[in-house]
């Protein structure tokens, strides 16, 4: 998928492989099915909340980067 800044993602937007500290190459949501949620942004724009794949939210920089979609592999876990 396209790589952008969480700043320039509307919120609901579902994106995996997300920055924890800009430019640190992606460490959130990496494994296979994963995804992270924009759920909002600051009003001055420097800080976005995002909802994590274990439902907790946490406040990362807006220049922080991230690929937009899922990890491929959702159903790897189910019963064949």
Excluded at 25 to 48: E, I, Q, Y
Excluded at 57 to 62: A, F, I, L, N
């Amino acid at each position: 998928g396209n790589v952008l800044p969480l700043g320039k993602m509307p919120e609901g937007t579902v994106m995996s492989m997300c920055e924890d500290k800009a430019s640190d190459r992606g460490r959130l949501a990496r494994a296979s099915g994963c995804s992270c949620m924009v759920v909002g942004h600051s009003d001055d724009g420097k800080k976005t909340r995002i909802r994590l794949p274990s439902g907790s939210r946490k406040t990362v920089p807006s220049t922080c980067r991230a690929v937009v979609g899922i990890a491929a592999g959702g159903g790897r876990m189910d019963k064949p």
